[in-house]
């Protein structure tokens, strides 16, 4: 019997959507927009953080959010009640993350004229996210306490695409085996010398390090 050969082709996806992303960048630095990527696993309170953020930045910057999920409003609804400034909710339809093409439409459906920082909340997912560049000036990853200090070891490209990190719900440590120096080392062990806040959103503790530090990141976008 004649064997048949299989000749796979395939095209670098991500390659094109690099491309893009970097496309986007060019215009949000011109047009002085600080555009930053949260990304993390579900539960891990990244809306609860945002609310946080926003309420304490807005009266100084212009704020929109993308809330992004595979279904539902209820993030979006959270923040448009809770903050105030504009907000969209964008579905994926079934994706489990954000490309670059999905951003930009995010992007132009908010409206980024007249704003300085807009703030995308990604698919909760610690894999699917960090391979997807979304043209983001920063990418912010989120780290819970009751995820334990060893997700950098076991999803070690998100933590090796963030800019800085961010260790939540510190209230409910002393229920967890969460050590935070091993959490740090683990950190710097995927990506060396990148900030590392200690936080706790709901208690609004360790936010005011946090808030300094986004606000010196925004400032130097605008100006």
Excluded: W
């Excluded at 579905?91 to 995308?120: N, R």
């Amino acid at each position: 019997m004649e064997q048949i050969k299989v000749v796979e082709i395939k095209e670098d996806i991500r390659s094109r959507n690099n491309e893009q992303a970097k496309s986007i960048r060019e215009e949000l630095k011109e047009k002085k927009v600080f555009f930053l990527n949260v990304m993390s696993s579900p539960g891990s309170g990244k809306t609860t953080l945002i609310v946080n953020l926003v309420n304490r930045l807005k009266k100084d910057f212009r704020i929109g959010v993308i809330e992004a999920d595979i279904d539902s409003d209820v993030d979006a609804r959270t923040i448009s009640e809770k903050t105030g400034v504009k907000t969209i909710q964008i579905h994926t339809a079934g994706a489990c993350h954000l490309t670059c093409q999905m951003s930009y439409e995010s992007l132009c459906s908010l409206g980024i004229d007249g704003l300085d920082f807009v703030i995308l909340e990604n698919i909760g997912n610690l894999v699917c996210p960090a391979e997807f560049d979304t043209g983001a000036t920063k990418n912010m990853v989120l780290l819970s306490i009751p995820e334990g200090d060893d997700k950098p070891l076991k999803y070690p490209l998100m933590f090796e695409v963030a800019d800085f990190v961010v260790v939540t719900k510190a209230d409910v440590q002393p229920a967890f085996d969460f050590s935070l120096e091993s959490a740090k080392r683990n950190v710097g062990g995927r990506n060396k010398d990148i900030p590392v806040f200690f936080t706790s959103a709901l208690k609004d503790e360790g936010i005011d390090a946090l808030e300094e530090y986004l606000r010196g990141e925004i400032k130097k976008a605008i100006c």
